[in-house]
């Protein structure tokens, strides 16, 4: 796979409208009943005669009895004979994904230098892409997407500014107080449902320019928003809010974790979001199931000023073309299969619904992008124990609070296993 330097590839011509329209014809479809399937995981491609010129195909199915895979994906490999009564159904979260073999052997392909020294091919080609993908200037590689949305805020503000932000935000609640740490930054909070607000909110949110008071300095707008529920941003409601920033001088700042999951679910592409934005970060180790990494996106000025804080940051990689090539092969070829986990999420929404003493958030057919929430009634205890007696059923799942647990679809789990993890769930709420 060599250097790509104008942002193009297969995924530069995805249609985003029809990848919306796929997931629509999926999630019309009732879940029907589905013979158990193993817990798909990935072992090591042992390949090594592969051209760095291209990035190597997906792999065959290996078995005739399989489904036939969708075009735009790649099939998980089965695990070994045994294995599956074993198999555990791991929803906690899109970032438990292993790389599929192709993954594999891209990675091994990539040509590497050293990022430091700034002579790493496969990352700037990285870079390049993001960048021209999301329709701005400059790319920045780094670890993950703490560090992409902690650079942004310490790029961007000094100590004693102040970030205006959904009070439910990542950078507030799983990023280890670092906008407090790393910047000396406040964070002024606003409320609304599934994490979206309104730009009457943004300007009531802005402090006035006065000695006593901090500096509002940012705005950050978390699309898909991940405590909301997996929310997308209604593109008008996007736009309208980061025009307020903007018309009040903030740096408008996009945590775009899951931003792909937004564009499949809108049909909008990527740059639809961006162009309202001043930065982007963006995560390639979740539904897109790459093993490492994020990016930070912005202008050619505010990218170079990053650059020197993700160094001080501990953030700066030397041979990190390996970990970037599995990024490039997921924009490549993970990104159209997001509708799949969409219309898994329905699925097992649509089961959940059913279950007694569960409250589903939403309806089924409401549930935005790739995760299902749940409250529990109060006889089944609170949510570590049930994910606990759930765990002990053979499905993985994670609290997000007292009573509610949130189950999150991805490129390892199939429509099979979204079954299997549906009775396990019932099970759980039958054994307490």
Not at 319 to 347: E, F, M, P, T
């Amino acid at each position: 796979m060599g250097p790509v330097t104008d942002g193009s590839s297969a995924f530069s011509d995805t249609n985003w409208s029809d990848c919306h329209q796929v997931r629509e014809v999926r999630d019309s479809q009732a879940p029907c009943a589905a013979p158990p399937g193993p817990y798909h995981r990935h072992p090591m491609s042992s390949s090594s005669s592969i051209s760095p010129a291209s990035t190597p195909p997906s792999t065959p199915a290996s078995s005739a009895s399989n489904p036939a895979p969708n075009p735009a994906s790649e099939p998980a490999s089965e695990p070994a004979a045994g294995d599956a009564a074993k198999a555990v159904i791991d929803l906690r979260s899109d970032t438990v994904t292993r790389p599929t073999p192709a993954m594999r052997a891209a990675m091994m392909a990539a040509p590497l230098g050293d990022d430091v020294l700034g002579d790493e091919p496969t990352v700037q080609a990285l870079e390049a892409k993001i960048a021209a993908l999301l329709g701005k200037d400059a790319a920045l590689y780094v670890p993950s997407g703490t560090m992409a949305n902690q650079l942004a805020i310490r790029t961007v503000c000094e100590p004693g500014d102040e970030i205006v932000a959904h009070k439910d935000s990542h950078i507030i609640h799983y990023e280890t107080g670092a906008p407090a740490a790393l910047a000396g930054c406040m964070i002024a909070p606003l409320d609304g449902a599934g994490g979206l607000f309104e730009p009457a909110q943004v300007h009531a949110a802005i402090k006035p320019k006065d000695q006593h008071a901090p500096l509002s300095r940012m705005l950050v707008l978390e699309n898909t928003h991940n405590r909301g529920g997996g929310t997308v941003w209604p593109l008008a409601q996007f736009a309208a809010c980061a025009a307020a920033g903007r018309e009040r001088g903030l740096h408008v700042h996009v945590d775009g974790a899951r931003l792909m999951n937004a564009c499949v679910a809108s049909g909008h592409a990527p740059r639809d979001f961006a162009q309202h934005a001043d930065s982007v970060s963006i995560c390639f180790s979740k539904g897109l199931g790459a093993p490492v990494g994020s990016a930070l996106v912005g202008s050619a000025a505010f990218i170079a000023r990053a650059r020197r804080f993700r160094k001080m940051f501990g953030g700066a990689m030397r041979q990190s073309g390996l970990l970037a090539a599995a990024c490039i092969h997921a924009l490549d070829h993970h990104v159209a299969r997001l509708a799949d986990d969409h219309a898994n999420a329905k699925r097992l929404a649509r089961a959940v619904a059913e279950i007694p003493r569960l409250s589903l958030e939403g309806s089924p057919e409401s549930i935005p992008t790739n995760m299902v929430f749940f409250t529990l009634d109060a006889r089944l205890g609170g949510a570590q124990e049930f994910c606990a007696r759930l765990a002990r059923q053979g499905v993985a799942a994670i609290g997000m609070g007292a009573n509610r647990v949130r189950l999150v679809t991805h490129l390892d789990v199939s429509a099979a296993d979204i079954d299997r993890a549906a009775e396990a769930i019932a099970r759980a709420t039958r054994s307490n």
